[in-house]
């Protein structure tokens, strides 16, 4: 018979890609915060094309609040085949961070209350939902609060110390028996004497008719 030489360079075997699909695989974070960045690795092909655009293995990506998933698709440069996978994750909201505070009178403490996180830090350092202050001038406070995934919310307020009214009495020292007099105060907005007496609508003016030591 006659012989045949078989020319290896000529040899054409083709799989279907079903069974030549490359092994792709993801991995990265399975929650973000909402206004963080997210990074997803793909490996098993030799280039990649993410469903945002973005081509390689990496893709980097702040994810919007509706967004759960991505998707890649990998290549095999050699059989052309391609394979997709999906990387599923969580986006989270930071917060609602609810601050009650107020301005505090000279020499007096105040309570500034938190509320809308699983934890809270003040000025940086971890505390509780509440904290009692006594600032000597205006202070300004950094309140931090963690949800329970990790996501932070921070607030910045101001807490001022008032003055204390200058207050002035004046009226008679001595008065007649049997005659009335009155008191008045001034320097403050509103009144309470102690004496049990009554004021006028503000407080500022307490009519007496005897002797006494009238606060």
Not at 2 to 28: M, Y
């Amino acid at each position: 018979g006659t012989s045949q030489n078989l020319d290896w360079d000529e040899l054409r075997i083709s799989i279907p890609c079903n069974l030549n699909a490359p092994a792709l695989s993801v991995s990265g974070p399975t929650s973000v915060c909402f206004g963080h960045s997210l990074t997803v690795n793909a490996t098993g092909a030799d280039s990649y094309t993410w469903n945002t655009g973005v081509t390689g293995p990496v893709l980097s990506a702040s994810p919007g609040i509706s967004t759960a998933a991505y998707t890649v698709t990998g290549t095999d440069t050699l059989s052309g085949c391609s394979s997709s996978a999906v990387h599923l994750f969580t986006v989270s909201l930071p917060p609602m961070l609810t601050v009650q505070l107020a301005d505090v009178c000279k020499n007096q403490s105040g309570t500034i209350y938190l509320s809308g996180a699983a934890s809270y830090s003040w000025n940086g350092v971890a505390g509780p939902a509440s904290l009692v202050i006594s600032p000597t001038a205006a202070t300004v406070y950094t309140i931090t609060g963690a949800s329970s995934e990790g996501c932070i919310a921070e607030l910045t307020r101001t807490v001022n110390v008032l003055p204390l009214p200058v207050l002035s009495v004046s009226g008679p020292s001595v008065i007649c028996a049997g005659e009335t007099a009155s008191l008045n105060a001034g320097g403050a907005v509103n009144y309470t004497w102690t004496t049990g007496l009554a004021p006028d609508s503000n407080g500022s003016v307490l009519l007496l008719s005897g002797a006494g030591q009238y606060t």
